[in-house]
C-alpha cells in the first residue's frame, strides 16, 4: 500500500473511532441525565401525593381520592401489607396494557425506578398509614415514552451526524496524505529526472513555508549542490589527469625506449634518459598530490583552527622558504604589536607557499612579505616580487587549471598550472578573500585578505 493511502486509511479510522466514541459518551451521558431527572420527578411526586393523600384520606373515600391522583398515562394504587387482602387500582386507559404487568408487592421503605415493558416507565413505592391505622403502599407508575422517543431523536441525530461528518473526515484526511506526500512525490519525481537525464535537478520550495517538508526539501538540494560539485570535480579530476598527465608518460615512454635500444652502449644518452625520467617522475607525484587536493570538497578539508600570531608565524614562515630554496626573503610589518587570527595554520602555510614559491620561479630579486592593516580592521599579508609581471588581460584567468601566460609556458619552472588552482580553494575554505596586483616587467603582488571575523573568532 502507498504512503498516500496508508495516512488516508489511518487518520480517516483514528477520525472516525473518535467520532463515534465522542458521540457515543454524548449519548451516555444525556441519557443518564435525562433518566434520573425522571426518577427525581417521580420520587418528588411520589412523596407529594402520599402527604396529601395521607392528610385527605379521614375526610375524603380512598377510592374517590385515589381516581383525582390518577397521572396522564400512568397508574396510582394502594397495596395492602397483607398480601392476600384486595389493592385499590386505578389506572389511565392509554396505560391499562402496562399496569397489568406490573406485580402487586408491598413494600416497607421508599422505592423509585424505571422499568422497561412495551414502554418505559417510572414505578414509586412509599409506605402511608390509612385512617384505620393500617401500613399500605401508596404505588405510583407513570409513562416515560416522551422521555424515550426524545433519546431515539438524539441517537438517530448523533448517528446522522456521524455519518455525515465521516465525509469530510475522509477528504481532509486525503487533502493531508496529498499534503505531506507532495514534497516526497516531487523528491521522487526530481530523482528520476536525474537518473533518467543525468542532470542535477533542485526542487522548487516555498519560501514563505518553514515547516518540516521545507527543511526536508532544503536538505535535499543541499544534498544535490554537494552531489554536483563533487560530480564536476571527478570530472575535472578526471579531465586534468588524463591531459597532464599524458606529456610526462609520453617522456618518460620516449626514454626508456631509448635507453632500452641504446642505452647500455652510450653512456651519455643513458645519464640523459636517468635525469629525464626522475624530472618527470616527480613533477608527476606532485601534480599527482596537487590533483588530489583539488578533487577535495570544501567541506572535506578538515580545517583545524588555532589561534596565529602572524608576526612569528610569516617570519617563521619566511625563513623555511629562504632556506629551502637560498632566496631572500624581506618580511615587513606596519602594524604595531603582534596581530593573532583563528586559522588553520598548515592550509594557511600552504598557501603561502603557492605564492612564495610563484614569485620564485617568475622573479630573480628578493621577495617581500608585508603585514598590515586597514581602518576597518581587516588584517592584509601582501606578498611581492619584482619579476616578469603579467599582462592585465591574463589576470582573470591565472586561477584556471593548467593556464599558464605565454612568458612562463616553457617547463623548465617545473609548473603545471595547477598551484593557483589550488590556492583558489584553500583560500575558499579558510574564507579569506585574493587579492591581485600585477604590471608587466615590474612585479606582482598578491594579497590575501583576513576579515573581522578571523579576529574574532573561530571559523568553521
Do not use: C
Request: no cysteine; net charge negative; proline share 2%.
Amino acid at each position: 500500500m502507498k504512503l498516500k493511502n496508508k495516512i488516508n486509511l489511518y487518520t480517516s479510522i483514528l477520525f472516525i473511532i473518535l467520532l463515534i466514541v465522542m458521540n457515543i459518551s454524548i449519548y451516555l451521558l444525556f441519557s443518564n441525565m435525562m433518566m434520573n431527572s425522571e426518577l427525581d420527578r417521580g420520587k418528588l411526586e411520589l412523596e407529594r401525593n402520599a402527604a396529601e393523600i395521607d392528610q385527605s384520606l379521614a375526610t375524603v373515600p380512598m377510592d374517590t381520592l385515589l381516581r383525582a391522583y390518577i397521572p396522564i398515562d400512568g397508574m396510582v394504587r394502594i397495596v395492602y401489607e397483607d398480601s392476600q387482602k384486595a389493592a385499590s387500582t386505578f389506572v389511565d386507559p392509554s396505560f391499562n396494557k402496562e399496569a397489568h404487568n406490573i406485580e402487586k408487592s408491598f413494600s416497607s421503605s421508599l422505592n423509585v425506578e424505571i422499568k422497561e415493558g412495551e414502554t418505559s416507565y417510572t414505578f414509586g413505592s412509599i409506605p402511608i398509614i390509612l385512617s384505620n391505622g393500617e401500613i399500605a403502599n401508596l404505588q405510583i407508575a407513570k409513562s416515560i415514552v416522551r422521555t424515550t422517543e426524545n433519546l431515539k431523536v438524539l441517537r438517530l441525530v448523533l448517528i446522522i451526524v456521524t455519518l455525515v461528518a465521516m465525509i469530510p473526515v475522509i477528504i481532509s484526511s486525503r487533502l493531508l496524505g496529498n499534503l505531506i506526500i507532495a514534497p516526497i512525490t516531487s523528491m521522487i519525481k526530481t530523482m528520476s529526472e536525474i537518473r533518467e537525464s543525468g542532470k542535477f535537478k533542485r526542487l522548487p520550495l516555498n519560501k514563505d513555508s518553514n515547516d518540516e517538508l521545507h527543511e526536508m526539501g532544503t536538505t535535499f538540494n543541499h544534498m544535490i549542490d554537494l552531489l554536483e560539485v563533487n560530480f564536476d570535480k571527478q570530472k575535472q579530476f578526471a579531465s586534468s589527469a588524463s591531459h597532464e598527465l599524458k606529456t610526462p608518460l609520453t617522456v618518460i615512454e620516449s626514454y626508456t625506449s631509448l635507453l632500452k635500444r641504446r642505452g647500455l652502449h652510450d653512456e651519455e644518452l643513458f645519464k640523459e634518459s636517468i635525469e629525464a625520467i626522475h624530472s618527470e617522475a616527480i613533477r608527476m607525484k606532485n601534480l599527482t598530490e596537487q590533483l588530489l587536493l583539488l578533487a577535495q570538497h570544501n567541506q572535506q578539508w578538515n580545517i583545524e583552527t588555532t589561534k596565529i600570531s602572524l608576526s612569528d608565524f610569516l617570519v617563521d614562515s619566511a625563513k623555511a622558504f629562504q632556506n629551502g630554496y637560498n632566496r631572500r626573503i624581506i618580511f615587513e610589518s606596519e602594524i604595531d604589536g603582534n596581530a593573532s587570527i583563528y586559522s588553520d595554520e598548515q592550509k594557511l602555510k600552504q598557501l603561502l607557499f603557492i605564492f612564495l614559491d610563484n614569485a620564485r620561479k617568475y622573479s630573480n630579486d628578493e621577495i617581500t612579505i608585508t603585514l598590515s592593516e586597514k581602518s576597518n580592521e581587516e588584517i592584509l599579508i601582501h606578498v611581492s616580487d619584482r619579476g616578469i609581471g603579467i599582462d592585465e588581460n591574463e589576470l582573470p584567468k591565472i586561477f584556471e587549471r593548467f593556464y599558464r601566460i605565454d612568458k612562463a609556458r616553457s617547463r623548465k619552472t617545473g609548473g603545471v598550472g595547477l598551484g593557483l588552482s589550488l590556492a583558489k580553494e584553500i583560500a575558499e575554505a579558510l574564507a579569506i578573500e585574493i587579492k591581485l596586483q600585477s604590471v608587466e616587467n615590474l612585479g606582482t603582488t598578491v594579497t590575501m585578505v583576513f576579515n573581522n571575523e578571523h579576529r574574532k573568532t573561530k571559523i568553521n
